[in-house]
């Protein structure tokens, strides 16, 4: 079975400053996707940013990035000049390459700091 | 474009009680989701729909839980009879089709329930 996990569970940032969320997983498939979402307090969960494992190449979005590491399973999220915005809950996905099995992880509470 | 509607927000049963979270996708979208949320975990899928069909069911408790999606559109979810350990929130989620390459899910609020 896929897991995906999370290890920090609260991190902090000043804001305008930089921060990178940890995520890793453990699959034997070798066609997979990786997500981050993003769940405001009392909000709706968002996508944030996605990745394709066959693409070499880290996805970026705005702010945001991630660095892919397919070797070591690592899928960690930089967020760049930090927003007050930015404050929420951070999920890491994945999503098996058939589309079947979809897993969440336990999550990383940002806090950014005036 | 209207999000993903669900109903109600907030629910508070007593255990034993039956109880029915409703939700409507985003128009147009084809995959359904219907997600289990825990305090401090992420979400954990129970169902998925394509259209009308429930396409993986695997992780719904199918002694107290069934789920519905007449007509494709529309869909319930429902406990009978409810138990403590379902106090949690209830997410449903769409997509305009189970196509990962360009799959994006797109998230309801959630019904957040207690079970008393």
């Known amino acids: 079975a896929q897991t995906v996990t999370q290890s920090q569970p609260e991190m902090s940032v000043q804001e305008a400053e930089t921060v990178t969320l940890s995520c890793t997983y453990d699959?034997?498939?070798?066609?997979?996707?990786l997500f981050w979402y993003k769940q405001p307090p009392s909000r709706q969960m968002i996508l944030v940013i996605r990745?394709?494992?066959?693409?070499?190449q880290n996805a970026t979005e705005n702010r945001f990035s991630v660095n892919f590491q397919k070797a070591a399973k690592s899928f960690s999220l930089k967020i760049s000049d930090s927003q007050l915005g930015d404050a929420a809950m951070y999920f890491c996905?994945?999503?098996?390459?058939?589309?079947?099995?979809?897993?969440f992880g336990t999550g990383t509470s940002l806090t950014v700091i005036p | 474009e209207a999000g993903v509607v669900q109903s109600p927000r907030y629910k508070i049963i007593e255990k034993k009680q039956p109880v029915a979270f409703w939700c409507n996708p985003i128009?147009?979208?084809?995959?359904l989701y219907w997600y289990r949320q825990n305090l401090g975990q992420g979400p954990e899928l129970l169902i998925r729909y394509e259209n009308e069909e429930a396409v993986d069911d695997s992780q719904l408790p199918k002694d107290r839980f069934s789920a519905e999606r007449l007509k494709g559109v529309d869909s319930t979810l429902k406990i009978q009879p409810a138990e403590l350990g379902d106090s949690a929130v209830y997410l449903c989620?769409?997509?305009?089709?189970?196509?990962?390459?360009?799959?994006?899910?797109?998230f309801g609020p959630g019904t957040r329930l207690t079970v008393l």
């Open positions: 989620a769409s997509s305009p089709r189970d196509d990962v390459s360009t799959d994006t899910q797109y």
């Open positions: 990745q394709e494992a066959y693409k070499q």
């Open positions: 128009s147009g979208h084809n995959t």
């Open positions: 699959t034997s498939e070798s066609d997979y996707y």
């Open positions: 996905a994945y999503r098996s390459g058939t589309g079947n099995q979809f897993y």
